[in-house]
T-cell receptor, first 115, second 118 residues
Framework: GENVEQHPSTLSVQEGDSAVIKCTYS??????FPWYKQELGKRPQLIID?????GEKKDQRIAVTLNKTAKHFSLHITETQPEDSAVYFC??????????????FGQGTTLQVKP | DAGVIQSPRHEVTEMGQEVTLRCKPI?????LFWYRQTMMRGLELLIY????????DSGMPEDRFSAKMPNASFSTLKIQPSEPRDSAVYFC????????????????FGAGTRLSVL
C-alpha cells in the first residue's frame, strides 16, 4: 500500500544551524507534498508545500525540494531558532485524489533547537 | 472563517461509555477528514468524506467506531463502547477541491479532541 517514510525521527541542532528532514514516498502518482509543523499540544499547521510541477520552493528560512524520479522530498530550515522546535510531518497525496488531498503522513520528526 | 471547529476539546470517560466527537469544517470545503494521533502510531487517517458522502473508511479500527456527516457543516465520530486503547487526540480536517490555485487540496486541522478512556 501507499507509504511515506520520514527520517530522522529526532533531530537536535544548535540555534543558527540548519536542519534537514527527508521523506520518501511509494506512490508514483503522488503530486502534492505538504509539510506540517505541530507544536506541543497544538494542531498540525501547514508551513510549506510543493506540487510536482516544480523542484524547489522557498519561503524565508524554509525550503522544500522534490525529486520525483527518486520519489523523495526534503524540508530545509536555515538559521534555526528555538521557536522552530516542534514535530514536523511530511505528507504525500494519493493517486486520483491529488486535488483534494487524501494524504499519507510520515511518522514525524521531533526537532529540538538548542539556544 | 473561524477555521475547523472541534468539540469537545477534552473528554474523559469510563470504559464502556459512548463518546461522540464533533466537527464543523471550514465553510465551502467539500472534503472532511478524521484523524487519530498517538505516540505509537502517529497520525492515522480514520475516514474521509466528500460532499457529505464517506469515501474511504479503511482506517476505522473496528465496528465500535462510526462517523457521519449529515450536512456540509457538521460531522460526528462516535465510539461505542469506548475502551482505554481509544485514548488519543482526534483531529478533524477539511479541504477544498477547488479548480485551480495554490489553496486546492490543503488540509486545515481543527484544534483536536483529547480523549481519555479510563
Amino acid at each position: 500500500g501507499e507509504n511515506v517514510e520520514q527520517h530522522p525521527s529526532t533531530l537536535s541542532v544548535q540555534e543558527g544551524d540548519s536542519a534537514v528532514i527527508k521523506c520518501t514516498y511509494s506512490d508514483s502518482a503522488s503530486n502534492y507534498f505538504p509539510w506540517y509543523k505541530q507544536e506541543l499540544g497544538k494542531r498540525p499547521q501547514l508551513i510549506i508545500d510543493i506540487r510536482s510541477n516544480v523542484g524547489e520552493k522557498k519561503d524565508q528560512r524554509i525550503a522544500v525540494t522534490l525529486n520525483k524520479t527518486a520519489k523523495h522530498f526534503s524540508l530545509h530550515i536555515t538559521e534555526t531558532q528555538p521557536e522552530d522546535s516542534a514535530v514536523y510531518f511530511c505528507a504525500a497525496s494519493i493517486r486520483s485524489s491529488s486535488n483534494t488531498g487524501k494524504l499519507i503522513f510520515g511518522q514525524g520528526t521531533t526537532l529540538q533547537v538548542k539556544p | 472563517d473561524a477555521g475547523v471547529i472541534q468539540s469537545p476539546r477534552h473528554e474523559v470517560t469510563e470504559m464502556g461509555q459512548e463518546v461522540t466527537l464533533r466537527c464543523k469544517p471550514i465553510s465551502g470545503h467539500d472534503y472532511l477528514f478524521w484523524y487519530r494521533q498517538t505516540m505509537m502510531r502517529g497520525l492515522e487517517l480514520l475516514i474521509y468524506f466528500n460532499n457529505n458522502v464517506p469515501i474511504d473508511d479503511s482506517g476505522m479500527p473496528e465496528d465500535r467506531f462510526s462517523a457521519k456527516m449529515p450536512n456540509a457543516s457538521f460531522s460526528t465520530l462516535k465510539i461505542q463502547p469506548s475502551e482505554p486503547r481509544d485514548s488519543a487526540v482526534y483531529f478533524c480536517a477539511s479541504s477544498s477541491r477547488g479548480t485551480s490555485g495554490t489553496q486546492r487540496g490543503i488540509q486545515y486541522f481543527g484544534a483536536g479532541t483529547r480523549l481519555s478512556v479510563l
